[in-house]
């Protein structure tokens, strides 16, 4: 149970890797045994390294703002920032017949994107921008959202992300007419590294009739709307 494979890459192809956010497919990397042991015993075990690693690191794990640490950061990997990986929790997207006909493409934007960067562990911040064109199905808004939360509650590439998040919908709605914008910041580029404290990356995947050349240029226009409501 959880092996490790002991092929080690050099260090050199680490740092490369880390760097320039490699990713190896748009699947998500999960071993096939990832959930043969409950949440609460991979609380326990995350527990105890994190513990490890504070007392590595020459903290006073004795000091009552320390003591409850290891076991915080255990329950908040497990429980939210990366509940994304166990798929008990990928929402339900419910859809509904198109009723009305609303035939024209319907955009969320400025979806809320909290992720984590799988190279370092530090935080992506940004938004997604989310577009569908119905081909007989709807979905309900606060599950566009959700889908975004599933997926970005894991260890992540931005790319990967991005890709995820269309596929699902697509499968959900049963159509390629599917496209996401995700702008985001990482921290592994703005507080470490190069210290960019300014840079964000934008990712993009268009399905179906998205990849027309003026559809693609109608969704990116509703983007630069203002979408302040005082």
């Given at each position: ?44 075990k995350?527990q ?34 990366f ?31 909290y ?19 119905s ?96």
């Amino acid at each position: 149970m959880f092996e490790v494979n002991n092929n080690k890459m050099n260090d050199e192809r680490i740092e490369e890797i880390g760097e320039n956010h490699i990713g190896t497919s748009a699947e998500s990397p999960i071993r096939k045994d990832a959930f043969d042991i409950s949440d609460e015993e991979k609380i326990e075990k995350i527990q105890e390294s994190v513990k490890d690693i504070l007392i590595t690191l020459g903290m006073d794990l004795t000091d009552d703002s320390l003591q409850g640490t290891p076991k915080r950061v255990a329950k908040a990997f497990v429980n939210e920032l990366f509940m994304g990986l166990n798929p008990k929790n990928k929402p339900k997207a419910s859809t509904f017949d198109n009723n009305y006909n609303y035939g024209e493409m319907l955009v969320e934007k400025n979806i809320i994107v909290y992720s984590t960067c799988e190279h370092h562990l530090l935080p992506i911040i940004g938004r997604a921008h989310v577009a569908y064109i119905s081909d007989g199905k709807v979905i309900g808004l606060s599950k566009m959202n959700r889908i975004v939360e599933y997926f970005s509650k894991r260890p992540q590439v931005q790319e990967r992300l991005t890709m995820q998040v269309v596929q699902a919908m697509q499968e959900a709605l049963g159509t390629d007419d599917v496209a996401c914008v995700i702008d985001a910041k990482h921290l592994c580029v703005n507080s470490r590294g190069i210290k960019d404290i300014e840079s964000s990356t934008v990712t993009a995947e268009f399905g179906g009739k998205f990849k027309d050349k003026e559809t693609k240029r109608e969704f990116l226009d509703y983007l630069k709307m203002d979408t302040s409501f005082d």
